[in-house]
T-cell receptor, first 117, second 110 residues
Framework: DAGVTQSPTHLIKTRGQQVTLRCSPK?????VSWYQQALGQGPQFIFQ???????QRGNFPDRFSGHQFPNYSSELNVNALLLGDSALYLC????????????????FGPGTRLTVL | EDQVTQSPEALRLQEGESSSLNCSYT??????LFWYRQDPGKGPEFLFT???AGEEKEKERLKATLTKKESFLHITAPKPEDSATYLC???????????FGTGTRLKVLA
């Protein structure tokens, strides 16, 4: 069973550039969440996609945007990169947001390490 | 404001020395409390989900418990391979947002 996959593994960009990160959810999962994890910190919630729509959003500026495709895969786009955007970007997948407790468990991918110079 | 606090920030144990990690949460309704293990440079690995006060779950040397204000991750007779950062996260009711703590960095010495 393929787990959550992310690409690329590492990425180096310069300030002001734009970046796109990609995520394929665990087989059978339909919900994708994105997180930013700075060194030594816990993951910070960026947003969540379900049924191709942004369902929830954390405290991130509009420079961070995303998309979910019909096959449930997802992209995270960051425009006008800042030095502070350097972090590990994590994608997590889960099965819907229904009332059954097992639906809320998230499984994380290995992350994309973004370095902004 | 929803908040999750973990303590201690770092913990060094001798192999076989049992201990507990704490996760305190203040959220507007708890849907679930999650524990993850994260190795350096990798994504978090799911360990446990707890849904109601009094609930306990075990896996090998790990046992997670939940009260109305905090959760504990008990590590019994740890081994060096248990060295990692342990993260807890609260899933809030209604908003479906996961609020993570900053983690406890555990080092188990042989």
């Amino acid at each position: 069973d393929a787990g959550v996959t992310q690409s690329p593994t590492h990425l180096i960009k310069t300030r002001g550039q734009q970046v796109t990160l990609r995520c394929s959810p665990k087989s059978g999962h339909d919900t994708v969440s994105w997180y930013q994890q700075a060194l030594g910190q816990g993951p910070q919630f960026i947003f969540q996609y379900y049924e191709e729509e942004e369902r929830q959003r954390g405290n991130f500026p509009d420079r961070f945007s995303g998309h979910q495709f019909p096959n449930y895969s997802s992209e995270l786009n960051v425009n006008a990169l800042l030095l502070g955007d350097s972090a590990l970007y994590l994608c997590a997948s889960s099965l819907g947001t229904g009332v059954l407790s097992s639906y809320n468990e998230q499984f994380f991918g290995p992350g994309t390490r973004l370095t902004v110079l | 404001e929803d908040q999750v606090t973990q303590s201690p920030e770092a913990l060094r144990l001798q192999e076989g020395e049992s201990s507990s990690l704490n996760c305190s949460y203040t959220v507007s309704g708890l849907r679930g409390l999650f524990w993850y293990r994260q190795d350096p440079g990798k994504g978090p690995e799911f360990l446990f989900t707890l849904y109601s006060a009094g609930e306990e779950k075990e896996k090998e040397r790990l046992k997670a418990t939940l009260t109305k204000k905090e959760s504990f991750l008990h590590i019994t007779a740890p081994k060096p391979e248990d060295s990692a950062t342990y993260l807890c996260a609260a899933l809030t009711s209604g908003t479906y947002k996961y609020i993570f703590g900053t983690g406890t960095r555990l080092k188990v010495l042989a």
